[in-house]
């Protein structure tokens, strides 16, 4: 692979971890090359839940060490992508040291061409136009694969969880402070929805027209032909929670809907919220229409949780 200059990673492309400065740099030439703590490798790890049902694939994967304690730590299996290829040697050779090299592996391999079909996890030391270059990508995987996320952030689609670490070993970016971001790859619920739920003797006639924005839920809802304002809508993978707004004031009544998504069909509970009366009962919905997820940017968007460096590394 064509060793890449100061330039050109500056727009495309950012190094995973090493195990220092010093060994980092004797391979990189002209790339500049920094670390990611292991404190923050560990927490991204806690946050993901990583575990041994687990597939992690680390883009920009330096000297292994997300895959490497993945896989030592967790039990989960996967491997990294990187451009170095002293850096991939450093990898390998961890891993076949640690006895885990039938769980964990580094190919020298373009990030942006990267089969990520396999994967449950997927992690990135990105700067934020790198980040969304990949995001159509990330967003067409499996509804539920989670992505992790050092630093950067992935312009309008917001986190479903976020992190902020002291951590005074760091010089790069905002010195001292890492932060650390999560998402859950939405399942789409957009499009037109007709259900039911059965509470006492009464039935609940359900008509909703769901938009969908990343993960976030709007649009037009009718209960037993009533008009309902949808509110709180969003989903985390396949799990979607919603509420239906009826009527004002005292009269008012408010439906909280907690359920899963699976292809054409929403299935989960409902609970009721009337005055001081609360009650529950199981609900299912099936798609009539199908509707499109919104991943577009919007002009002038202000991006979510930008935090002031301008080069990244890993």
Same mark, same amino acid.
């Given at each position: 692979?064509?060793?890449?200059?100061?330039?050109?990673?500056?727009?495309?492309?950012?190094?995973?971890?090493?195990?220092?400065?010093?060994?980092?740099?004797?391979?990189?030439?002209?790339?500049?090359?920094?670390?990611?703590?292991?404190?923050?490798?560990?927490?991204?790890?806690? @946050?993901?839940? $990583?575990? /041994?049902?687990?597939?992690?694939?680390?883009? =920009? !994967?330096?000297?292994?060490?997300?895959?490497?304690? %993945?896989?030592?730590?967790?039990?989960?299996?996967?491997?990294?992508?990187?451009?170095?290829?002293?850096?991939?040697?450093?990898?390998?050779?961890?891993?076949?040291?640690?006895?885990?090299?039938?769980?964990?592996?580094?190919?020298?391999?373009?990030?942006?061409?990267?089969?990520?079909?396999?994967?449950?996890?997927?992690?990135?030391?990105?700067?934020?136009?790198?980040?969304?270059?990949?995001?159509?990508?990330?967003?067409?995987?499996?509804?539920?694969?989670?992505?992790?996320?050092?630093?950067?952030?992935?312009?309008?689609?917001?986190?479903?969880?976020?992190?902020?670490?002291?951590?005074?070993?760091?010089?790069?970016?905002?010195?001292?402070?890492?932060?650390?971001? @999560?998402?859950? $790859?939405? /399942?789409?619920?957009?499009?037109?929805?007709? =259900? !039911?739920?059965?509470?006492?003797?009464?039935?609940? %006639?359900?008509?909703?027209?769901?938009?969908?924005?990343?993960?976030?839920?709007?649009?037009?809802?009718?209960?037993?032909?009533?008009?309902?304002?949808?509110?709180?809508?969003?989903?985390?993978?396949?799990?979607?929670?919603?509420?239906?707004?009826?009527?004002?004031?005292?009269?008012?009544?408010?439906?909280?809907?907690?359920?899963?998504?699976?292809?054409?069909?929403?299935?989960?509970?409902?609970?009721?919220?009337?005055?001081?009366?609360?009650?529950?009962?199981?609900?299912?919905?099936?798609?009539?229409?199908?509707?499109?997820?919104?991943?577009?940017?919007?002009?002038?968007?202000?991006?979510?949780?930008?935090?002031?460096?301008?080069?990244?590394?890993?």
């Amino acid at each position: 692979m064509k060793r890449v200059g100061l330039k050109w990673l500056a727009g495309v492309v950012v190094w995973g971890a090493c195990l220092g400065a010093a060994q980092a740099q004797e391979g990189v030439g002209d790339v500049v090359y920094v670390p990611t703590p292991q404190i923050v490798v560990d927490t991204m790890l806690k @946050m993901a839940k $990583v575990g /041994a049902s687990d597939y992690i694939i680390d883009l =920009g !994967s330096g000297d292994g060490r997300i895959v490497i304690t %993945a896989a030592k730590q967790y039990g989960a299996r996967g491997f990294g992508v990187d451009l170095d290829t002293v850096l991939l040697k450093i990898a390998n050779d961890t891993a076949r040291r640690e006895g885990i090299a039938d769980r964990a592996h580094f190919v020298e391999e373009n990030l942006f061409k990267t089969d990520l079909s396999k994967a449950t996890v997927v992690s990135t030391y990105l700067l934020p136009e790198m980040n969304e270059k990949l995001r159509p990508r990330i967003l067409a995987l499996k509804p539920g694969t989670r992505v992790i996320a050092h630093d950067y952030h992935m312009g309008e689609w917001r986190p479903d969880d976020n992190d902020t670490l002291s951590v005074p070993e760091k010089t790069v970016g905002n010195p001292g402070v890492s932060y650390i971001y @999560m998402w859950y $790859v939405p /399942a789409n619920a957009a499009g037109k929805w007709k =259900g !039911s739920a059965t509470v006492g003797r009464q039935t609940l %006639a359900l008509d909703i027209d769901f938009g969908q924005r990343f993960q976030m839920l709007s649009g037009k809802a009718l209960i037993n032909q009533k008009p309902a304002e949808i509110m709180s809508g969003r989903l985390r993978g396949e799990d979607v929670t919603f509420w239906l707004n009826t009527g004002s004031g005292a009269a008012s009544v408010r439906h909280e809907f907690n359920g899963k998504v699976t292809g054409d069909t929403i299935s989960g509970t409902v609970r009721i919220h009337a005055g001081k009366n609360v009650e529950q009962a199981p609900f299912t919905a099936k798609r009539t229409a199908q509707g499109k997820v919104d991943i577009t940017s919007a002009p002038d968007a202000a991006p979510v949780g930008v935090r002031g460096a301008t080069v990244a590394s890993r």
